[in-house]
């Protein structure tokens, strides 16, 4: 079948948007991954529920695109202007919906696809909700003690029981909660290896005039190797604390 000069430019339209639209196809890919592996989950540590709005719609972008370009060259041979009508204005479209769509890539160097794929968000939320609570119970004992706590002992009376609520995370099917350690230092981040996620650690200078807050979590959906919770996507200038998920608490020198 010859094609003429309208379905011609059709077509060519239409490879252009599967390019673009493939480019995005990670995302789906590792959706369905992370689904598949926790279906055969065995002994990892699991975010309960990690999938989120944004989540699933990036798990679905791609497929959506294909979709809808399919639908589109359904006319190409009945009308076929139509046709490159309907998909320049996809094209028009698409690259600037990929311009918020996320990717799989540490670094960024693609044209589409230029945020990071939100995997981590719904543990992130958690663990970061969790850090501004006992933020909060940190900064009630030091208007009342004059600083921050600088033993296990009045960590634990400023803390009480909020250390160990529920986290976002579980384990063969159990429900694990957050813990609590204690760090003295000059007051800067914790960042080592953990041995679940849900842990929070205290650093706090022996002064306690400045502390920080850090959590351990998977930064994925499933993980046997717990790590340090990493911050969301910092736009604009450096991280701070080496981009990871912290909190600061510091009183004014007097």
């Known amino acids: 079948m010859r094609l003429d000069g309208w379905q011609k430019t059709a077509v060519a339209l239409a490879a252009m948007l599967v390019l673009i639209s493939s480019a995005q196809l990670d995302e789906t890919i590792s959706a369905v991954s992370f689904w598949w592996r926790l279906s055969r989950e065995k002994g990892e540590f699991v975010v309960a529920h990690w999938w989120t709005h944004y989540t699933i719609a990036s798990a679905l972008f791609a497929p959506v695109w294909l979709v809808l370009i399919a639908g589109v060259l359904v006319f ?36 589409f696809g230029l945020e990071e794929l939100p995997y981590a968000e719904a543990e992130r939320a958690a663990d970061r909700e969790h850090l501004m609570r006992i933020d909060n119970r940190l900064e009630s004992f030091a208007a009342g003690q004059g600083r921050f706590p600088v033993s296990v002992e009045s960590l634990k009376m400023a803390v009480a029981d909020l250390a160990f609520e529920k986290s976002p995370y579980m384990r063969q099917g159990r429900q694990i909660k957050f813990d609590l350690r204690f760090v003295m230092n000059q007051g800067t981040p914790y960042s080592g290896q953990s041995e679940k996620p849900g842990i929070v650690y205290y650093a706090v200078n022996p002064s306690g005039t400045q502390f920080v807050l850090t959590v351990s979590g998977l930064n994925t959906p499933i993980s046997d190797q717990p790590s340090m919770m990493k911050e969301g996507t910092f736009v604009g200038g450096k991280q701070p604390w080496g981009g990871l998920l912290a909190i600061e608490g510091t009183l004014p020198q007097k």
Do not use: F
């Not at 320049?88 to 799989?104: G, K, N, Q, R, Y």
């Open 76 to 111: 190409v041979r009945r009308k076929p202007w139509l046709a490159v009508i309907a998909l320049s204005t996809l094209l028009i479209i698409e690259p600037i919906s990929c311009a918020s769509a996320p990717t799989t890539g540490i670094e960024h160097d693609e044209i």
